[in-house]
């Protein structure tokens, strides 16, 4: 069963105007199951995983690219780094769109690699695991425009039956591995998925010794999802230096396990925390290291709020990559604690974003998001309460209660 994924057509167009495409992504996001689905009549496909294969592309990269014919689709490009220089000179040779789509899990050595060899001539784009747009098909005509598409969103009902619920979306998370097959077991998925990862992209990067330190650092990182990041807290609490804290975080985000949310403090003085945010790119890996079997002990418990934090954050990242449109991603907080979970900051305008994990709004759900908009002295349009009430539209000034299944 395939599932349609909002970036196809980005990558479609962007086949028109770059020689190569370079497609990112964490471990089975389901980048090759697209590439496939999308190109399978017209590209070649080869797989670096394959030792033979790899071993060509590594001793003899010009004889690779004399065999394996272009429009050609090579995955896991991490594990030949040397074919991007050869590729460069191919593609400088005939300059044509649309040559090659490489693909690697590996985000930041592979920018750097790209930088060097193929600056001008490859665009990067990021494919993460499912959004809950994907899953429902609730799509809202594919809208570019941000502030029609969250002003569509807020004002949408929700359906009478939806194709998923909270608690299993949060619980199960997107990656497509637990979509295609219903009757996998979570658990062991989980469990193979973190082994893959360390064996392939974490032992290469740490001593061996502190292997089993680093899982336990993975499973403290999946508990303070959407918390701030204090760097000297997770050294006291995992009995590691801060040196190795941070080297161990930017591993998680080349592997485009978490992702790191800003603070925003433009004219705001100096009043403002200015530690960034963390959150887990899946609710379902998140919940698994945080040791959450059922969607109900996920719901009431003590991490649900910051699951579902988590999961519309993310979602946001997510949609805005998949279309190409990139706005910049705040949150903000001051030193009295009022808070916004999220700034969405594009054409010179800022929407502000709460997100509450309730059935039933209150005006204390908001007060913040009020507090912010007075606080700013800005011209707000539109602010935005996401939570999991039916209720759709206005409910203050200029303030909008939006769905999550509707984001």
């Known amino acids: 069963m395939y599932i349609k994924r909002l970036i196809e057509k980005t990558i479609i167009d962007t086949l028109k105007t770059f020689p190569v495409i370079i497609l990112t992504g964490a471990r089975q996001s389901g980048k090759t199951t697209l590439l496939k689905h999308l190109f399978s009549s017209t590209f070649n496909y080869i797989s670096l995983d394959e030792l033979d294969i790899r071993s060509l592309a590594i001793n003899d990269p010009r004889e690779f690219l004399n065999k394996f014919k272009t429009p050609l689709i090579i995955d896991e490009i991490q594990n030949a780094p040397q074919l991007l220089p050869y590729i460069k000179a191919v593609v400088d040779k005939e300059r044509k769109n649309g040559r090659f789509i490489i693909t690697g899990s590996q985000q930041f050595p592979l920018m750097k690699n790209v930088s060097e060899s193929l600056a ?180 009431d418990g003590p991490m649900g709020g910051a699951l579902f934090e988590t999961f519309v954050v993310t979602n946001f990242l997510k949609r805005f990559s998949a279309l190409d449109i990139n706005p910049s991603l705040y949150y903000w907080k001051n030193i009295s604690g009022i808070e916004v979970d999220l700034l ?59 769905n999550w299944y509707n984001i």
Not at 210 to 227: G, I, V, W, Y
Not at 361 to 375: F, G, P, Q
């Open 120 to 299: 001008g001539r490859a665009a990067i784009l990021n494919l993460y695991p499912f959004m809950i747009e994907e899953i429902t098909g609730n799509y809202i005509t594919e809208e570019k425009s941000i502030d029609s598409y969250l002003k569509n969103a807020s004002n949408k009902k929700i359906p009478g039956s939806l194709k998923v619920d909270l608690g299993s979306w949060l619980l199960d998370g997107g990656y497509p591995g637990l979509f295609v097959n219903s009757k996998i077991s979570k658990n062991i998925w989980f469990s193979s998925y973190i082994q893959t990862y360390i064996d392939r992209d974490v032992r290469g990067n740490i001593k061996n010794e502190n292997l089993n330190d680093f899982e336990r650092f993975l499973k403290l990182m999946a508990s303070r999802t959407s918390q701030e990041l204090s760097y000297s807290n997770l050294s006291r609490d995992i009995g590691l230096s801060v040196p190795t804290i941070k080297s161990w975080i930017s591993l998680l985000q080349t592997n485009s396990i978490i992702y790191l949310l800003q603070p925003y403090y433009k004219n705001f003085g100096k009043r403002i925390i200015k530690s960034p945010k963390l959150y887990f790119l899946d609710t379902g890996l998140a919940a698994y290291l945080s040791g959450i079997q059922t969607k109900e002990h996920l719901l």
């Open 344 to 402: 969405v900051e594009h054409d010179n305008k800022l929407i502000p974003i709460e997100i509450k994990l309730a059935s039933t709004i209150y005006n204390n759900h908001y007060k913040s998001l009020m507090r912010w908009i007075y606080y700013s002295k800005l011209d707000i349009e539109l602010a935005l309460l996401i939570t999991s009430s039916p209720v759709a539209g206005k409910i203050a000034k200029n303030v909008y209660n939006c």
